[in-house]
């Protein structure tokens, strides 16, 4: 599919003047989706609206089915898989359902970056794999083979059928503000080929964002793309400069990072529009998106597996208020298939049941990295969402980041707005000092900027201690002491 072939020239097109690119992407965007996206995208849309309509043990059935074959397919083809299943004495015939996934072991990060190799598909030869790597925010890449003409394609049809909630079409012209559109220097450029306007979240200081702002209100998009602490960076610069939203805009699209109620807020003020999320990664496992109603996540199974596991590795309960880390198995990819990859994210079962009708499972949030989590003195986590950003006590904060390097020990870093001074920083400190509780320090620094990570996120957490250390604070601990 056309798509695949076009992403291994990516770099050609990229540095191709204006011109050039405009005259390709009109002819793309003309293409239908079957031959942009390939007969895949076509088989998982038609899967999405019918599972739309279906009753949960239906829903069920299909992820069974869809679980039962990538098991199969990774036992005949993955040596990794093979011989996890052989030494632990699993055939394929055990794993009838998800509650049958614990016999298979847990896929650490680490296992995906030094087992590579035995993680592919025999049966895939080269062309029918694309390497990709993750964004690397946390400052370590990892790389993996996804399906050529399956994984991207699915991809696609799942992200047209969950935006489809907002009225989003792949024709609408789309802003996009993220990391790695663009070149390290490039601050803003049109895509012709997605139809769309990038804007550099590398770039979003005082001496790009008013231009970036104008450009984006001449190209009035529909939907702006984006990972939260870039677009809201937008918003306040509409706020504080009394200017109007984008003509015609209709929903802000966000992911890649917790969106946190404090930014939502901000967001829809600003750009007086719905504010939408969804949970996803570059690795594919799992995906999990708002509909209609907002109010916590619908997890899509027909596209990957959740299970929510304990400190000690253990699956937990799938009941409301349960908090775990998220470990995804993904159901479409035979090239490189990852069973129980480990995300290192917390999310919370939310209630059975919505008002959409869509049999499909709820989260109530997704508390975000594990690395996002404060450990006061004594070990307790402390979720950023519990921290009350919203606070008036930060008004007069431009940007502001938490580092830790030990527990008990957390720096904040201030981006000092115009008129900050000694009164707002007793004010921080009274506040969050009251969260972390007596025996956590909380060092204060002013500073000039927040540097965003390697793809171009601006972290509210730092986290420096060592992910176990946070995990036996943040999870429940076994019941059983495992
Ligand atoms: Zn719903």
Known sequence: MIEDRLYGIRELY???????????????????????YGPVYARMRTLLRATREMRRDELDSIE????RDAVASAYANVPFYRDAMKSRGIEPRHVRSRSDLCLLPLLERGTLRDAADALRS???????????????????????DLETGVCRSKEAAMLDHAW???GYKRSDRSAIVRGSVLGRDRVCDEDPIKGSLLLSSYHLTDAHVPMMVDRLKAYRPRYIQGYPSSV???????LETNTSPPEGLRALLLSSETLRPDQRRLMAEAFRCRVY???????RVVYAAECEHGDGYHLFPEYGTMELIDEAGNVLPWEKGVTGEIVGTALWNRAMPLIRYRTNDIATVGTDGCPCGRPHPKLA??????QEFLIASGGRPISTTALNMHSDVFDRVDQMQFRQHEEGCVELHVVPRHGFGERDELAIREQVGKKFGAGTELVLRRCAEIPPTRSGKRRLVVQDLPVPDILAGALPATAHGA
């Open 14 to 36: 990229e540095s191709s003047p204006l011109w050039m690119r405009k005259g390709a992407g009109l002819l793309f965007r003309r293409l239908p989706n079957r031959l942009r």
């Open 64 to 67: 069974n089915r869809l679980l």
């Open 122 to 144: 025999e049966a895939h030869g080269a062309q029918r794999r694309l390497y990709v790597t993750t964004g690397g925010s946390t400052g370590d890449p990892v790389g993996f």
């Open 164 to 166: 489809s909630i907002v």
């Open 232 to 238: 809201a960076i937008l918003a306040r610069h509409l």
């Open 277 to 283: 999320s969804w949970y996803g990664h570059a690795e």
């Open 365 to 370: 949030s997704v508390e975000g990295r594990i």
